[in-house]
């Protein structure tokens, strides 16, 4: 056991450096994983919507990119967003580049995803993600929150869609810039930007 | 006779009853604290530490719209009213539009709350989310426990839990004695 003693003294060590660095690798005191940095190639993933059909995200992206949306039901910011969503996805969707939300919420079940997405008119595609696992993945903790990924699923952009609930008062469309910015082939300026947003009701 | 007199009383207690709505645990302080609109300076202002304020500062953001922001709002109420006495420093910020101040002066009052609060009143919520902590990208409820060098000992994003909040405030509490 003697002779052992300085490799169990290391490999303790190294266990305690490991977790520190997970604690510390959060963005809080929550234990919420850190989103993949700008750059970050995404894996694919599945996800059932609203009726329990999978999809692979590639297989909803278009031929140019996907943004995706972290989106709730209840949540007034957004809804305040619906219409906005709505016409992004039309505005995008003829440029090579679709829109789809994701629905992380505990609270919010897939019946109500689709009746919700029914009475507001959105069309694009909505997956829901039951268990979070995609929202830890992504390191989403908020709805709205958007996420643009090109056609290799590079992270080009995590942030709002914009600075303003009040379409009337908004100044930056910073996703539509990304986006835009994207399509012509030059690097996103802005990459992210913080708005206040109604926590993603996570499993406990 | 005796029965309308009692009558009587019944309503006139009832009526009290309604029209005080602020009055909470029997201290008198009733009505909706002020809430005064602060700008993205002003947010930087009170965020700055007194170098003679040793007390730990409880901030946290909350809009009227958010329900876990209701939901949790009873146990900070709490804890404000559990600390001050003991040294915490509590600001309440809530980020409703200007035009929305009265519905969150009337949850306020609902609540019994008495801390300061203040509302972020700025056309970009962006810097001052980042003013707060660059770790925060502003899902909400937030809060944030500073020390009083100013630098953030506690985050948390979502609903606080009560316990875990308390045991680190205490801690504070003790330490900047």
Known sequence: MKKHYPLFVLLASLLVIALAAVAGSGRGDNDLPAPPAIGTVIDDFKLPDADGKEHSLKSLAGSKGVVVIFIATKCPVSNAYNERMEQLAKDYQAKGINVVGINSNVTEPAAEVKSHATEKGLTFAILKDEGNKIADRLGATRTPEAYVLDTSMKLLYHGRIDNSQNPANITASDLRGALDEMLAGKAVSKTGGAAFGCSIKRVS | ?177
Request: aromatic content about 8%.
């Open chain 2, 1 to 177: 006779m005796r029965l309308s007199i009692l009558s009587v009383l019944l309503v006139l207690a009832l009526f009290a009853g309604i029209t005080a709505p602020g009055q909470s645990n029997g201290t008198g302080a009733a009505s909706a604290p002020e809430i005064r609109l602060i700008d993205l300076d002003g947010l930087k202002k009170l965020l700055q530490r007194d170098p003679k304020d040793a007390r730990p500062l409880l901030v946290n953001f909350w809009a009227s719209w958010c329900d876990g922001c209701r939901e949790e709002f009873p146990d900070l109420v709490k804890i404000d009213d559990d600390y001050r006495t003991k040294g915490l420093n509590f600001l309440s910020v809530t980020v409703d539009e200007v035009e929305d101040k009265a519905v969150a002066a009337k949850f306020l009052v609902e609540m019994k709350a008495s801390m300061p609060v203040v509302l972020l009143n700025v056309p970009d919520k962006e810097p001052a989310i980042h003013a707060v902590d660059v770790n925060w990208d502003g899902a909400l409820p937030a809060t944030f426990l500073f020390d009083a060098q100013g630098n953030v000992i506690y985050r948390h994003f979502g609903k606080i839990k009560p316990e875990e909040l308390r045991a680190i405030i205490e801690k504070q509490v003790m330490s900047a004695k």
